[in-house]
């Protein structure tokens, strides 16, 4: 069955630092795969997309992922991080059928 | 830009109340979902639709039905409203055959039932 898993509730991080956050999946084939985020009090915007190709993906707001077959992982990175990026990331997986799989998300603080 | 729109930000509502919560979107997708979201829990289906009148149930449709009657609209239906229905609710839609783009979502309803 699939599945996302996102091992980390909540990360810290200081303004200008980099950034990793985790996102394990389980799919039968190869998947298409997302990251979103979600500010506070709103809907959840695309970050990025992996569906074939380039392993490295790029996205909006400087943030990148690379999809790892053999590890089935899509990790979320950003090498300098803003006070403005302090919200709620959600990974997804899918499509069976019509239908997306989402983790329980990250909730990312930045620090002065 | 795909646009999707939900009615109400905010809504409160007293316990066994009928609740109807409205989502449109403007960019003729064939696919439209209805997901809550609660901490620690992350985004649950209740519902979605893949054409007109078409419905098929998520992961929780206890407590709720859901009608599409165009194609650009899908409504939630609570039929009686419960404290533990109190969450955000997140509307979605999707082009179907381009289904690699992903969903677009609308900004959400907080619905608190007292």
């Known amino acids: 069955a699939q599945s996302v898993t996102q091992p980390d509730i909540h990360i810290t991080v200081s303004e200008g630092a980099s950034l990793e956050l985790r996102c394990n999946y389980s799919y039968g084939a190869t998947p298409y795969l997302f990251w979103y985020v979600q500010s506070p009090g709103q809907g959840l915007q695309l970050l990025l997309k992996y569906f074939s190709g380039d392993t490295l993906v790029q996205g909006i707001k400087g943030f990148e992922a690379e999809f790892k077959r053999s590890q089935s992982s899509f990790n979320l990175r950003k090498p300098s991080v803003h006070w403005s990026d302090a919200a709620e990331y959600f990974c997804?997986?899918?499509?069976?059928?019509?239908?997306?799989?989402f983790g329980t998300g990250t909730s990312l603080t930045v620090i002065p | 830009d795909v646009k999707v729109t939900q009615s109400s930000r905010y809504l409160v509502k007293r316990t066994g109340e009928k609740v109807f919560l409205e989502c449109v979107q403007d960019?003729?997708?064939?696919?439209m979902f209805w997901y809550r979201q609660d901490p620690g829990l992350g985004l649950r289906l209740i519902y979605f639709?893949?054409?007109?009148?078409?419905?098929e149930k998520g992961d929780i449709p206890e407590g709720y039905s859901v009608s599409r009657e165009k194609k650009e609209r899908f409504s939630l239906i609570l039929e009686s409203a419960s404290t533990n229905q109190t969450s955000m609710y997140l509307c979605a839609s999707n082009p179907g055959e381009r289904r690699r783009e992903g969903y677009t979502f609308g900004s959400g309803t907080r619905l608190t039932v007292v």
């Open positions: 639709s893949y054409d007109v009148k078409m419905k």
């Open positions: 960019m003729d997708h064939e696919n």
């Open positions: 997804a997986v899918g499509p069976t059928g019509n239908q997306f799989y």
